[in-house]
């Protein structure tokens, strides 16, 4: 199997293209067809390359296969060449599995839209672009796929392009995420320079030695991948983008910025645990600042209105867990919440465009309410999906989120107060979480008159991916019950070799090991789980009248926090009118004055030479025969002279 | 010897002056009959450096017909002395002082050129040039044959050519 | 004898004669004359020299100027006629229609 890894990111570009060159002159049955039917043998080759990699022993599973030589140029060796080992076989079946979900699902909600093939060209190529970067065995393939999601995310947040608010959507995520492709670049340059390849698997064995442990260069270079990881992970301080990268339909949202490539930034300080280890300082910048976005945009998420805007910010702050389970050095944790994380996410959001779909595009949750009963399989899948993100007890994502908590508090890279902010973040999620549910789906009705005639439940297409994401948001969290509770954490393991393959970090993930502070932890994560739902379930319930009252006694904190804490505007002030401003300044000036004005010259000054130069032909022979005489007298002279 | 020099400055002078009246006289017919006179003086002047054939066919070609196709076209066009105002007599002292120039530098060519430093027979000195022997029609006419036989025949399509083009030239336009 | 260099300066003094003349003359027939004297002064001077150095190469070129001169004359004449049909004066100075 080894041999075809190729396959699985050739499928999607082969139905990328296509799509993207017939997809509007066939039917768009061909389209549905071809375009699930990639992804669908996509995720069946990643199943075969899993199976093969678990039937190598432990140590071997590391398996590379070199293309092609891409850029030969002198010292600058680049290869295309792909590596599977199991950090990247768990990318890749998620990456198809929940991707193929998707793209079923895309069928049904995308069946009236005029962009039908373009819509299944972009969601290929971005399938395409994504396993490249999982796959990739050197930084620079992998920037390749970082760019091309970037792309992707952009063409399809302004799917809808002639509207402003789309095509501004998808503009200022592909600037927001250009700020960390730098922050990437400078570090792939830097790493070149030092290592004089950019191949992981090279870099990653001379690591050790060609860096000093915590010295300026490993930081350095950390920290710039950090960057880039913000700015596609949405992190702070890059994570402004993905909010309004709601603009995009439902199904791009549930993909791209819940399961696939918003966890490549995660992915990415996961493969290059190497240099993050090497470098404590920036392990703790990774792990405050994914606290700090846990937190923080979970407040914000307690407040929104629009019900794709709840589930972004709960995304971000999601993604907040994953780095802080990275920065405390549990990088298995993070990428096992990753997992769980794609599953539920995907479900809410595909959930949502269920719930938007059959209330005819509403999207204000003030104007929801009491649908349950309507759309019975979609409120059975997105109670499932709330529940595991609130880390109740035996859904998935309480197994992924306790662990991170708890290597947060017990590692010697983590701190109590880390776990602190993880915590409360826990309570934030599973409160604004229930809110959600409690608004859309039960209650009185507040639905408008025309659109409560037209509610229906989802077409099958529609109902099949949420169906088979809630099963893997229950059962998918048992390949990681820790051990405490019984299990083996056969994710962990499975994991392992992935990261202990350069070196091993004296046991930082295994600092303090009481058996009862771990039970006391996990009965405090269950307790915080349980007291998000019933704060939600009194505050939107029981006494609704509750949180009308809260936001008149609090105008200031709650306008704070409905606008996103004027983050927005702040960074428009700081970065986005002074660069207008330059650049309009450089457009009048340099642009128009010194490039423009140089070409100008150059045409002005030839006509004016010419109009000059034409009055030696005056039509009088004599004088010609003069300018001869004087210039053959001239060149004799030259030479006696000589 | 001297008595060569002295009639080598008659003929000079005669020539010198000839060449003058060419371009000072008005009426052309005067300049081109000057202008045969000054022929007549480089014929005599190729005898005295042993060309006899070409001091021939100075006089038979350029004399004889070149000169005689001048006056023929002169006194066709019926032409007077130039009687309006020049317009660029500004041209004038320029035109001399041109002329002077030319004549400085190519004296000082002859005098200071390396060609001339191999060659003392150039030098300023009254040095003697070595008396040789040149054969007339038949020595020409062997290298005219054989070294040269390429340009002569080019020559000849030349002339041929120039016969086209004055007859193409001088036609009338046909009514 | 008389030496070479007798003749050649009285060649380069033909030559500028002839030379002004052209600048000067404002009647085509006579540039053409004045140009006819240019010539000739090189012609002297090239047999000056094939006499100096004993070869007959100058004396052959001569020939050939001659010969050239010759065709010059002939084509040079038809187009002064031509354009004297055309145009009644033969002043050098009216054909300045070839300007900017």
Known sequence: MFNILWLIPALPFFGFLVNGLVGKKVPKGIVSWVACGVVGLAFAAALLAFKDLLALSVEERFVTQTLFTWIPSGDFLVNVGLQLDPLSAVMILVVTGVGFLIHVYSIGYMHSEEGYGRYFAYLNLFTFAMLTLVLADNFLLMFVGWE???????????????????????????????????????????IFSLFGTLRFDSIFHQAPLALTFGGGMATTITLLLFLGATGKSAQIPLYIWLPDAMEGPTPVSALIHAATMVTAGVYMVARCHVLFLLAPVSLAVVAVIGALTAIFAASIGLVQNDIKRVLAYSTVSQLGYMFLGCGVGAFAAGIFHLMTHAFFKALLFLGSGSVIHALSGEQDIRKMGGIAKKVPLTYATFLVGALAISGFPGLAGFFSKDEILWKTFCSSQGSNLLWLFGALAALFTAFYMFRLLFLVFHGKSRVEHERELHLHESPPTMLFALVVLAILSIFGGYVGVPKILGGHNLFESFLEPAFTRYFVLESATEGLHSLSLEWTLLLASVAIALLGIFLAWVLYLKRAQIPATLTARLPGIY???????????????????????????????FDLGIVDGLVNFVGEFVVRAGEGLKRIQTGYVRQYGFAILLSALCVLGYFLLK | MTFNLVLWGILAAVALGSGLAVILIRNPVYCALSLVVNFFLLAVMYLLLKAEFLAAIQVIVYAGAIMVLFIFVIMLLNLGG??????????????????????????????????????????????????????????????????????????????LIAIVGAVVLSKKEAP | MVP????????????????VGFLIRRNPIVIFLSIELMLNAVNLSFVAFSNLLGSLDGQVFVLFVMAVAAAEVAVGLAIIVAVFRARTSIDVDEMNVLKW
């Open chain 1, 559 to 589: 306008n704070l926090i409905l606008n996103k804490y004027y983050v927005d505007e702040v960074y428009g002030a700081l970065f986005v009118i002074p660069g207008r401003k330059l650049s309009e300044f450089l457009y009048a000036r």
């Open chain 1, 148 to 190: 091309g999601v970037g792309l992707c995310s952009y063409l399809l947040i302004g799917f809808w392009y002639d509207k402003p608010s789309a095509a501004n959507a998808g503009r200022k995520a592909f600037v927001v995420n250009r700020i960390g492709d730098f922050g990437f670049l400078l570090a792939m340059m830097l």
């Open chain 2, 82 to 159: 130039e009687e309006t105002r020049d317009r660029l007599w500004a041209l004038r002292a320029p035109a001399f002082l041109l002329g002077l120039v030319l004549l400085v530098e190519v004296v000082a060519a002859l005098r200071y050129s390396a060609f001339v430093a191999e060659n003392p027979a150039l030098s300023f000195s009254l040095a003697i040039a070595q008396p040789t022997t040149i054969g007339g029609v038949r020595e020409i006419g062997r290298l005219l044959f054989t070294e040269y036989l390429l340009p002569f025949e080019i020559t000849s399509v030349l002339l």
């Open chain 3, 4 to 19: 070479t260099h007798y003749f050649l300066f009285l060649s380069a003094v033909l030559f500028a004669i002839g030379a």
